[in-house]
């Protein structure tokens, strides 16, 4: 299916909060035909953030909205614990009314919305809930026997852009001529890529089985390179687990360390970043006590510095770690991925 | 309720697949009427396992159980993925006919199954799910503020007895007039104390979250000491998740390792177990990016040892550590209590 999306984020789009928003009109091959931000009606996306370079008209209410031709309405943000913004309601019966499908990766299933359901039922609109899960399995173990190269991002942080540097240095493997295939594991990669699974709503115990199904997937999706996107921090409080789960379960042979240098707290938290080389040394750790994986390299999210500053940060990232550092977006994500990705050699389970 | 247990394990209550049987009869305040394994029939609890010092008779099947006026059929296995085994159901049927309440701890909801719950209605039967967890919020940093010390074990592995030892470390602590509680993260642990959250059941995301609520509700019960039950192992590839959530989400002051001597590899993988150092340096690594907790003891189960090679274990592991150590069944839990528990000081979050 074809989507023409019209993305609501309500005195959000601007901010980090609508990470969905914009992940989708970077990378989705889904035409967002426009927002709705009331506060920012009348411009259009590249007025409010030029580095998306998108002249989707931005929109009061999703009434507003219709005249675009809307198939799906996609909630575009991504608040912390998931929940449906109540304010929203009034927005989704809008676009429910008019046949749109309704396009979501809340914690909240919107199928299972009473009200939601019902409404979807009498005006024939399909829901797609981007993080309902499909039932998996314990861990395994097959992830060990993929051929495939495996690479995992990770992260000092959530929402620093992993998803981002996954899905550009798979681009640069495409370019180099390498069967390469991006694995999503949340919501706006499922959006993009229009496969995956959410692993932070599965169940515990079978985050790495699903997070190992994924990669079993990607196999037969791509022969040579699988570069999955990575989820939370190891030193987040609340979404470590997953990205633990992802660590384990999929197997990767080598990580990708991304970070955002302005950044010093755990979003959401007062609890500082860890420096690169703690970082560094706790992913490298953890792995080294099940399948060993190195970082081979670091990407800095330098959105918010100018180029020198970003240019300052980068050296300093080499400096301290001796790998290599770039930032794929500013600077492009050929640089780094020949840097690292042609090197990056399978390794093996530490069997007993 | 008082309950009167009878419990389902044929063909593996002499087997580690049945620690949920093993871990109500040792610590349950309720009684186990009989056990049903065909293979140990006529036999009764104490010839098959002597340690747990129970003259409970072992019958064939449930029809044969009931003479012996149970109130309560508990499913006593606890199977890697957590399905029910589909030759239990003529045996829970039996069960349900004769009016017992069913309780069970693994994956597989018995309350969703239709054919059971229909049964269950129909014979005015109870069904107890151990597992089905409350929902849960986010991780919010309320545990931060919790005045009671807070003990939580952790294991080179699943099943090592992370249960027992915080079990027994409460009990000592209560025979120190210590206001302590033991916080059940698990099935069994439920079984036993009658309350808790099963957390590897949780949704990822949320696991950190509820694991909190465990030790809020635990500083409503006892104003000391908490003595929180941990669960996997940091370097198990399927579990690790849930240890992370719990380290994360109870906010502990200080951490008791459990091992047993004898196991090499991780259950069910091919992986070795990590020695003390890593294990110790693993896990108080992950700590200190958070809230800084130091592993304070070492509690061994050296259950399949000899008096003298189990001796000789905890000395080995007391050199190469240089911390307390004990087996807290073997030998008692106050001695490793004195050790650990009364010098254990508060910690505070790493604050920015």
């Not at 799906?72 to 304010?87: K, M, N």
């Not at 981002?164 to 949340?186: H, I, N, Q, S, Y």
Request: proline residues 7%.
């Amino acid at each position: 299916m074809e989507r023409r999306y019209l993305i609501l984020a309500p005195h959000t789009f601007a901010t980090r909060a609508a990470k969905t928003a914009h992940g989708v009109i970077a990378y989705s091959r889904d035409v967002t035909v426009a927002v709705v931000d009331p506060e920012n009606a009348g411009k259009c996306v590249r007025d409010v953030l030029p580095y998306l370079d998108s002249d989707a008209p931005i929109v009061a209410d999703v009434a507003a909205g219709l005249v675009h031709k809307p198939t799906s309405l996609l909630i575009g943000i991504a608040p912390q614990g998931g929940g449906l913004p109540p304010e929203f309601r009034a927005e989704i019966r809008v676009a429910m009314r008019a046949g749109l499908e309704i396009v979501s990766g809340l914690h909240t299933i919107i199928g299972d919305d009473p009200e939601l359901a019902e409404l979807a039922r009498t005006h024939d609109s399909r829901i797609w809930d981007l993080r309902l899960p499909p039932a998996a399995p314990l861990f395994s173990g097959a992830a060990y026997d993929i051929e495939a190269r495996i690479l995992l991002t990770v992260g000092s942080d959530c929402a620093v852009g992993k998803m981002t540097a996954a899905l550009e240095l798979t681009r640069a493997a495409r370019d180099r001529a390498v069967d390469a295939t991006f694995v999503p594991t949340g919501q706006t990669g499922i959006a993009i890529a229009g496969w995956g699974t959410a692993i932070d709503r599965v169940i515990a115990d079978f985050a790495p089985g699903a997070a190992e199904q994924l990669v079993l997937e990607g196999e037969r999706r791509a022969r040579d390179l699988l570069v999955v996107e990575g989820q939370g921090g190891i030193n987040h409080p609340a979404y470590a687990p997953v990205t633990l789960a992802l660590l384990y379960g999929t197997a990767p042979d080598a990580l990708v360390l991304v970070h955002v240098p302005s950044r010093t707290t755990i979003d959401g938290y007062d609890i500082p970043l860890l420096g690169y080389r703690e970082l560094i040394g706790t992913y490298e750790n953890l792995c080294a006590g099940v399948k060993p994986a190195k970082v081979a390299g670091i990407a800095l999210n330098t959105k918010d510095l100018d180029e020198a500053a970003a240019r300052a940060a980068i050296e300093d990232a080499r400096q301290e770690t001796g790998l290599p550092c770039d930032d794929v977006v500013r600077f492009g994500p050929h640089a780094l991925y020949d840097a690292i990705a042609p090197q990056t050699q399978k390794s093996a389970v530490r069997h007993a």
